[in-house]
């Protein structure tokens, strides 16, 4: 598995990796429950070898330095999104817990995947097979991104992944913005945009995930949330 980070300071970053394009486009009848002008200054190539049932134990993830991101964050962060992707393909399909609160620190962010889920779920497990259930994942070749712009410092990651089921598979491809919140990585925007995803429907198709404040823009999560309701009402 390879990744490539390309850091870029002042006005954003950009990484090129072989992964897919930007963005792409689940079952047990147990309820889950769910408990944020560029100058090349580096470029480098690492070899990363991926186990996803592998993956630290520790129910937070440390940055390097607790005052800040770097792109020497990038691993960590791959664990940790890795890791939430396990738990959220286990809770949708499965039924499994999900503790949004070890990778998430914003309440709109969770509220949404909280909904994302449970939709996600109820709908899955009355339409499919309560036997069919996620077994694993695994992430192709994926990309880095450390940014600084004016909205502060974050890493962009991008990763397509291969969710093997009892059953067969799917794919579809995850975008996480992370960040350093007192010495800790979490995740402050998650999109899952393949064709007739969720987010998809919801936030709406081909977007940049590009801002790590937007869950702070309490505007905007309203209208969101207003888009949740009927997106669900108008399925169901």
């Known amino acids: 598995m390879t990744r ?13 990796g072989c992964s897919p394009d930007k ?18 200054a580096n470029n480098t190539e690492i070899t990363h070898s991926t186990e996803q049932n592998v993956l630290q134990d520790s129910p937070e993830y440390v940055a390097k330095n607790e005052g800040e991101l770097s792109v020497q964050d990038s691993d960590m962060a791959y664990e940790m999104c890795v890791r939430a992707m396990t738990n959220y393909y286990k809770a949708v399909w ?51 991104e450390y940014t600084v712009n004016v909205d502060g410092d974050f890493l962009y990651l991008k990763l397509p992944v291969e969710i093997n089921k009892t059953v067969g598979s799917r794919g579809e491809v995850n975008e996480f913005l992370v960040r350093n919140v007192n010495g800790r990585l979490v995740i402050v925007d998650w999109y899952s945009g393949g064709k007739d995803s969720y987010d998809f429907w919801v936030r709406g ?18 209208k969101l949330d207003r888009k949740q309701i009927e997106f669900s009402g108008s399925i169901r």
């Open 4 to 16: 490539f980070i390309m850091f870029f300071i002042t006005i954003g970053l950009v990484l090129v």
């Open 23 to 40: 963005t792409n486009g689940n079952n047990e009848k147990n309820t889950p429950v769910v408990s944020e002008d560029s100058n090349v």
């Open 94 to 144: 499965n039924g499994s817990d999900i503790e949004l609160d070890t990778f998430i620190d914003n309440k709109n962010l969770k509220q949404y995947t909280q909904k994302k889920i449970q939709y996600q779920h109820d709908l899955y497990s009355a339409s499919t097979d309560s036997n069919d259930e996620v077994q694993n994942i695994e992430v192709g070749d994926w990309v880095v």
């Open 205 to 222: 198709e081909n977007l940049t995930i590009d801002n790590p404040n937007i869950w702070n823009d309490s505007e905007w999560v309203k």
